[in-house]
């Protein structure tokens, strides 16, 4: 919305081109197993599969029947099957089985498999040792990177989150490197890396170490992209855990939004089926209301659908030839536009109902308590009724979560009783879920007595400030421990008001939890590439209630240095590759944020789908819908500064 | 046809020899009775008195079915339909075409299996005439309609019935039709007059066989090989046109001086053979019609019946059973006259050798000399199996013996399994047996087919002997023959149960692959109970054993079993089976005698309690009370859902604490809820609120208003009234919002509809924004006075 109403924001580089590569590689390696074959996809690779390919494209490289990859084999007569997986062990040993039970009833087949986006070396072995690594031939499909809009692209790795943060698996680091090269060799050098969090390190560390294997000839073209930022989810938990308030994000809470795209059931399109609707800048309803606030949304339809009848009512009185202007030139836009503008309001209307209840606005109420840090016991004792009531289980964990990430960690009685509380509720076997979210840090028992904060006040009253820094990473390390209270007073992430947060003219990031959390990643792409508060288009350039000082397009993480050291260091800041200084970096282009690696896809990454024990994640490479009013801030800023 | 008339013939004619002297004495003549053979030289069912019928109606048509050598396997007086036909299928059962279009299956012992129907448009047209043909597709039934259409089914195993379309101007009936089989696709070909048609299952076409001689005249007779090969037609005019089935090619044509139509007219040719004969027979004479211009003619003595086979035709008349063929190569060779072949010098030798003269060297010789030796003996040793008389066979066998002698490397497989072949097929073709196999039937028909037809034949013990002397393996063999004996044995209804199975087991024993079971199943099939468990104390599968007393409701018995194999899973199968299908009073009786069984149902549960169990061993050891205290209490709780589960009777493991306690509210169990909420120590907050809505669900108010009093609400009265007014019950509602606390009973009067209350209490409290949100409920035409008293109230507040 910012950029998009800004004369100088700088184009966003055509993201259309990785869609296109992807096609190509795609269709090549089809073509590389001539004839017809059946193609068995891995059920979470069909949604982005088709928004690269559709069936009528496989079907003219001559694939013959579609089938999902699952526990049944397929009972299929076609002599050549094609695999198109991610590279699981679970889906090796399936298709090993299939391999196995043709050898054994005598059927010679081809088979071929094709990993996304890469092999692992795991998966090889697993078809070595179920004795069918001859039998298939390996191959790679490089799909890194899927762009979801002009301005989102995602790696659509659901398992990147449990993987690495719970399970401490590194090698989808691997891939987050690869997609950063390939995003280097399309959009030119990057004019400024920054990154927090080891994984984000890691992962910037391989990517160069690739870079100079491949001398990529990338070198004096223009650079499209001026910064990347790379973050670890786990520096920022807590906007993953707040309740959605903006209409996309309770689009995603309500109806899921898959790969782009929602499924509007038959209460929406007050038909008695389904629609499938792409959910992007294409959508011009959409485009203009995603990223409001809820409460005004309804407002804006309905002064939408009033333009939309006068623009109709221009009919009368027409003449002949404007007559014939009207339906040529305007009739069917109209049209699209009446189509898409029903189909929102069904949606809200889907909203209205789930989110007006009671239950609701207590929850929201407790949740800004708990960010606000008043009346924790009331917000506590809410969150037992709400684990007694049976209201649902993951919102009541991910209240929880909430709880133990600004408060520290939950009191030892507190969190017993939680604890007991939720198992009556909802079974034993969910200790384990409890087991692994206290692994990743999302829902901690203070340790009884000292809480580390304190012993670290108390050691760097002993030593220099510095010393007191490394002391504190390695406590941090130890125990995740989220600092969210001293970051959120560093950041003014909680903006303080007198009276009534204006939601329709909203002075900071807030708006989009109702003014009661600006998100911390995108806090520190606008704190790190803003020279001053921009004004934002029909806002007032209000006094930016950030104690820290700004300075323009900053060189590094200077005068961040305590933030980072709250948010568990390992940062890091390069200056670009390309040769051109941090000034010019951004020369002509915005500084574009990529927040890859953990600025997880909010709605995917959230861990409060489902318990934890099966937690799912995929991260974006860019903000995600959530998060996008900051995202596209941070672009509008970074234009404005290098203009 | 007497064998002295039966000269040697030339080459390429047939060759007859009487199989047997028919053993039937019929008084009938052949033409009186209704035939059908089957082939393979399989039975002969013969009806008599079928045409009588209007004359004499007391007396019955009678169905009688012979073995080839004319002894009699059994008979009943026919009691059903009139009939049209009989024929054989491919397993040997006879089918009994009625003249309603009904078929009726009997097998072998005349034994009623079950019959099945040709459609409605056979059932009101009539059976006018009927075939029995076999295709790759098994038997099949071809019926010609009164109203001159086809019906016909190609596998009545798997019955679809098939209406062929109908042939234009088709007034009569057709002087001659037959079924072909082409590229498994059944048609009909029909005669008209001078006219052929083709009926397909879309289409009717005239067709013309190729070369076919212009003065040819109106057909009168065809017949189909054996193989579906070959068609001949013949004509009024005594032409007979001989070519392949499809009509694309003649093969011969033969002019004969017969001109009055014949009885019937077969193939007579041998698989791969270019000779190719059909045998046409009238009332006292038979001709067989070759490529030659001359036929050759016998004489029949009486009246004959010609059933077509694989390699020849068999010959039935009332005394004599004959059998016609062509000669075989290899006994050609060796039995023409003169003959020069290494086959007759060999057989010659041998002859010489045994009168023990010199000669015997010099045929010998000759034969060595032209490097023939092997060629001699493998055709005596082909010869042989074409020899019906054992004597002949004997000496060709011995001829073959004697030339191997001077082979250093011939392969003795032959020899001997030629020896074998000869050994089985005199024995089945014993006057006692009655199969009249040739070799090359018997090679075509093989080994277990033949095995089949012995036990359908029931002749069990030569079938085992025969097992035995081949050497096939006992499970393929002996043990599955000795298994249709059994099943057969059960049948017999005059012996006692305790006599059978003792027969039984005394003749299976422990043979392998012999499952008493499977018998058991058949006895139990034939209504004797009893004789089956006593059959399944044999099975020493408990596994086999235990489903069919299931089955038989022995259930008791069952259990015991399942309990003495020790195999746990099948304990679980019948205790489950017993749950299922006793009443838990029964049940649980059951088990108490069976403590094996109870305890083991119990494991069931206690199996988990036991993985729990170790769990918490684990958890002390890591110090992680919580987790421990979590396990102790599930454990607990597993116990006692497994009492609520057996007491009544309804699922209760593996739910959460919270749906246990709810789910015991939701049946009324309130005791047991109570008992629940004290011994694991639910707060009493999630208790109250547990309880208020599953007595809401289950619609209990008087319950809910009962609690309600039973003591001071922990969560207050809001969530009484909130609870029912979501469950449309505003009259209950009512009665708790008094008793909601002053800071929200306007809330709950709001809530209950009760505007006037509502504003009053925020009257009361002097409170604006609760008076607002009163006025923000009012409509203005129902509840002006109260708006009117709220307006005066808040203005009175704001002069404050």
Not at chain 2, 469 to 481: A, C, F, T
Not at chain 2, 615 to 638: H, M
Request: proline share 5%; with cysteine.
């Amino acid at each position: 919305m910012a950029a998009a109403g800004r004369r100088d924001a700088p184009e966003a580089p055509d993201f259309g081109i990785l869609k296109r590569l992807a096609r190509d590689q795609l269709i090549y390696l089809l073509e590389q197993l001539p004839g017809k074959k059946d193609l068995f996809i891995e059920a979470d690779l069909m949604s982005p599969l088709d928004r690269i390919a559709n069936v009528s494209i496989l079907k003219q490289h001559e694939v013959d029947k579609l089938y999902k990859v699952e526990t049944r084999p397929a009972p299929s007569a076609s002599d050549q099957f094609c695999f198109l997986v991610r590279p699981r062990i679970r889906t090796m040993r399936y298709i090993a089985d299939i391999v196995n039970a043709d050898k054994m009833s005598g059927r010679s087949r081809k088979y071929k498999i094709i990993f996304s986006p890469q092999k692992f070396y795991a998966c090889e072995m697993v078809l070595e040792e179920e004795g069918v690594f001859g039998d298939v031939t390996c191959d790679e499909w490089s799909f890194y990177l899927l762009p979801l809009d002009e301005d989102i692209i995602s790696m659509e790795l659901p398992e990147f989150f449990r993987d690495y943060f719970l399970e401490g698996d590194h090698r989808w680091i691997n891939s987050v490197a690869r997609a950063l090269q390939l995003l280097n060799s399309l959009y030119g050098p990057f004019g400024r890396a920054y990154g927090i969090g080891r994984c984000a390190k890691m992962s910037y560390e391989l990517w160069r170490d690739l870079e100079e294997e491949s001398e990529g000839d990338g070198q004096g073209r223009k650079p499209e992209i001026g910064s990347i930022f790379l973050m670890d989810r786990d520096t920022d938990y807590v906007t993953a855990l707040c309740s959605q308030v903006v209409y996309e994000g309770l689009v995603d809470d309500t109806f899921r939004i898959k790969c782009g795209s929602v499924d509007f059931g038959p209460d929406v399109t007050s038909s008695d089926k389904s629609i499938k609707v792409l959910l992007n800048a294409q959508d011009k309803v959409f485009s203009q209301i995603r990223n409001e606030h809820f409460s005004s949304v309804f407002g804006f339809l309905s002064q939408k659908s009033r333009n939309l009848q006068a623009q109709y009512d221009r009919r009368r009185g027409m003449d002949i030839k404007q007559m014939k202007n009207f339906v040529s030139q305007e009739l069917k836009g109209l049209k699209q536009e009446h189509r898409l503008l029903s189909l929102h309001i069904g949606a809200c209307e889907s909203i209205m109902k789930k989110k007006t209840k009671q239950d609701f606005q207590e929850m929201i109420k407790a949740e800004h308590s708990l960010l606000e840090g008043f009346d924790i016991r009331e917000s506590t004792s809410f969150i037992e009724e709400h684990i007694d009531r049976q209201v649902s289980p993951i919102e009541s964990l991910r209240l929880m979560c909430l709880l133990s990430i600004t408060e520290n960690g939950l009191v030892p009685k507190d969190y017993r009783s939680l604890k007991t509380q939720y198992l009556q509720s909802y079974g034993p076997e969910h200790l384990l879920t409890f087991h692994n979210l206290k692994r990743i840090g999302l829902l901690t028992e203070q340790a009884a007595g000292e809480t580390l904060t304190a012993v670290e006040s108390r050691v760097s009253k002993l030593v220099t400030d510095r010393a007191a820094g490394k002391i504190t990473d390695a406590f941090n390390s130890l125990a995740r421990k989220s600092n969210f209270r001293a970051i959120s007073k560093k950041l003014g992430l909680i903006p303080r008001l007198d009276g009534e947060y204006d939601l329709k003219m909203p002075r900071d990031m807030a708006y989009v939890f109702s003014g009661a959390y600006v998100p911390l990643s995108c806090k520190i792409i606008e704190q790190v590439s803003a020279a001053r508060v921009s004004p934002r288009p029909g806002g007032s350039p209000a006094a930016h209630p950030c104690p820290v000082p700004q300075v323009l397009e900053r060189r590094g993480w200077q005068g961040l240095e305590e933030v980072l050291r709250l948010l568990n260091g390992h940062e890091f800041s390069v200056s670009g590759s390309a040769g051109a200084g941090p000034g010019g970096a951004g020369r002509g282009c915005g500084s574009h944020s990529l927040c890859p690696a953990q600025t997880a896809r909010r709605r995917t990454a959230r861990p409060r789908r489902r318990s934890a024990s099966c937690s799912p994640c995929s991260w974006g490479a860019a903000p995600s819908p959530r998060s996008r009013p900051c995202g596209s801030w941070a672009r509008s800023e970074g234009a404005s500064s290098s203009s | 046809m007497s064998r002295e008339a039966q000269p040697w013939h030339p080459p390429g004619v047939g060759a007859g020899f009487e199989l047997y002297t028919m053993g039937w004495n019929l008084k009938e003549d052949l033409r009186d009775c209704m035939v059908a053979a089957a082939p393979y030289g399989g039975p002969i069912a013969l009806l008599k008195n079928h045409a009588r019928k209007e004359k004499s109606p007391g007396a019955r048509p009678l169905l009688e079915i012979y073995s080839a050598s004319g002894l009699l396997l059994a008979s009943i007086p026919w009691k059903s339909g009139q009939l049209v036909q009989l024929g054989w299928t491919a397993s040997e059962d006879l089918l009994c075409i009625q003249e309603d279009g009904t078929v009726l299956i009997y097998n072998l012992f005349c034994e009623f299996k079950r019959h099945f129907s040709m459609g409605n448009e056979v059932l009101q047209n009539h059976v006018l005439e009927a075939k029995v043909f076999h295709s790759e597709f098994g038997t099949g039934v071809a019926i010609l309609t009164g109203s001159h259409r086809f019906s016909l089914a190609t596998n009545i195993e798997d019955l679809k019935l098939r209406r062929m379309p109908e042939v234009p101007g088709l007034q009569k009936p057709p002087s001659c039709w037959a079924v072909l089989s082409q590229d498994r696709v059944t048609i009909v070909l029909l005669a008209v007059g001078q006219d052929l048609y083709l009926l397909d299952n879309t289409s009717c076409s005239v067709v013309t066989p190729p070369g076919l001689s212009p003065s040819a005249g109106a057909y009168v007779q065809m017949a189909v090989s054996f193989t579906h090969r070959c068609l001949a037609l013949l004509t009024d005019t005594g032409y007979i046109w001989m070519g392949l089935a499809s009509l694309k090619e003649k093969l011969c044509e033969f002019h004969c001086s017969i001109r009055s139509p014949p009885k019937q007219m077969v193939w007579c040719m041998r698989p791969r053979s270019r000779q190719r004969a059909v045998v046409v027979a009238w009332d006292r004479q038979l001709l067989v019609a070759g490529s030659s211009s001359e036929g050759i003619q016998f004489v029949l003595d009486e009246d004959s019946y010609l059933v077509p086979e694989l390699d020849g035709v068999r010959i039935l008349s009332r005394s004599s059973h004959e059998f016609l063929q062509e000669i075989p190569e290899a006994s050609q060779e060796i039995f023409k006259i003169a003959s020069m072949a290494p086959g007759a010098l060999l057989l010659e030798a041998q002859k010489e050798y045994e009168k023990e003269s010199q000669k015997a060297d010099e045929y010998l010789r000759e034969i060595k000399e032209q490097k023939l030796l092997p060629e001699a003996v493998s055709q005596c040793i082909e010869a042989a199996g074409h020899e019906h008389e054992p004597d002949t066979q004997k000496a060709l066998l011995r001829a073959a013996s004697f030339g191997k002698c001077f082979l250093d490397k011939f392969p003795p497989e032959s020899f001997v399994r030629m020896c074998q072949d000869l050994r089985v097929l005199n024995a089945i073709r014993d006057y006692q047996i009655g199969i009249p196999l040739t070799f090359t039937q018997y090679k075509r028909l093989t080994i277990e087919v033949l095995l089949d037809r012995l036990v359908l034949r029931r002749l069990y013990p030569l079938a085992i002997r025969m097992c035995e002397y081949l050497r096939l393996s006992e499970i393929q063999g002996v043990s599955r023959i000795l298994a249709h004996w059994a099943c057969y044995k059960v049948q017999q209804k005059d012996k006692s149960d305790e006599e059978v199975a003792q027969a039984i087991n005394h003749k299976l024993g422990d043979t392998p692959g012999i499952s008493y079971s499977e018998i058991a199943a058949r006895a139990y099939d034939c209504g004797r109970t009893e004789l089956a468990i006593k059959l399944l104390e044999y099975e020493p599968r408990s596994g086999e054993q235990v489903p069919l007393l299931l089955k038989m409701k022995r259930s008791k018995l069952a259990l015991s079993k399942a309990i003495e194999s020790g195999d746990t899973d099948l304990v679980y199968t019948v205790v489950l089976h017993l749950k299922n299908e006793l009443n838990r009073g029964t049940f649980f009786m059951t088990l108490q005698n069976q403590p094996v069984a109870l305890s083991l149902y119990r494991q069931r549960i206690e199996g988990r309690v036991g993985a729990l169990q170790n769990a918490l061993d684990e958890f002390y050891k890591a110090k992680n009370e919580f987790a421990a205290k979590a396990t102790e209490e599930q454990i607990k709780l597993l116990r006692l859902q497994r009492h609520l589960q057996e007491d009544f009777d309804k699922p209760y493991l593996d739910l959460s604490l919270h749906d246990t306690v709810s789910n015991l509210i939701l049946d009324g169990h309130h005791k047991r809820a109570e008992q629940l909420y004290r011994e694991f120590k639910i707060p009493d907050k999630r208790y109250w609120w547990l309880k208020i809505s599953a007595l809401a669900n289950r619609g209990d108010w008087e319950e809910m208003e009962k609690f309600s009093k039973s003591k001071k609400s922990p969560i207050g009265y809001l969530p009484f009234v909130e609870i029912a007014v979501k469950h449309h019950n505003r009259y209950e509602a009512k009665k708790y919002a008094p008793r909601v606390p002053p800071e929200q009973r306007v809330r709950a009067f709001v809530l209950v509809g009760d505007l006037d209350q509502a504003a009053d209490a925020a009257i009361e409290h002097k409170n604006e924004t609760e008076m607002n949100f009163v006025l923000s409920k009012c409509s203005a035409s129902t509840d002006a006075a109260v708006a009117e008293k709220l307006n005066r109230a808040r203005a009175q507040l704001l002069k404050k």
